[in-house]
């Protein structure tokens, strides 16, 4: 069972930035498209950003174009989401996934392997 594990998360004020990491042990993520979620308290599971298996192409939310960043390293095993400009709205709870048929979406649904999902707080 491919397992994801996020990492950077935390607190930050508006207008900062943080750098959230995706990794998983054992697997090549390689083979995968990546995509970012976020869970507000209250609200349903949204798509944030994702990138193809090569990072070639890449989609983003309109609530996050021009702020946030996808990349990887598939040397490294690892996907990278840059946020920048925070408000405090980007506050969720921010979790990666994989997509076994390297599709470009941003449905939970079509996302096969989930990590745990890592805090983010935007405030003063």
């Known amino acids: 069972q491919l397992q994801l594990v996020e990492s950077g998360g935390g607190l930050v004020q508006p207008g900062g930035s943080l750098r959230l990491s995706c990794t998983a042990s054992?697997?090549?993520?390689?083979?995968?498209?990546i995509g970012w979620f976020r869970q507000a308290p209250g609200k349903e599971r949204e798509g944030v950003s994702c990138?193809?298996?090569?990072?070639?192409?890449?989609n983003y939310a309109d609530s996050v174009k021009g702020r946030f960043a996808i990349s990887r390293d598939n040397a490294k095993n690892t996907i990278w989401l840059q946020m920048n400009s925070l408000k405090p709205e980007d506050t969720a709870i921010y979790y990666c996934?994989?997509?076994?048929?390297?599709?470009?979406?941003?449905?939970?649904?079509?996302?096969?392997?989930w990590g745990q999902g890592i805090q983010v707080t935007v405030s003063s």
């Open positions: 054992g697997f090549t993520l390689g083979y995968y498209a």
């Open positions: 996934a994989a997509d076994v048929h390297d599709k470009l979406v941003l449905f939970p649904d079509e996302y096969d392997f």
């Open positions: 990138i193809s298996s090569s990072g070639g192409s890449t």
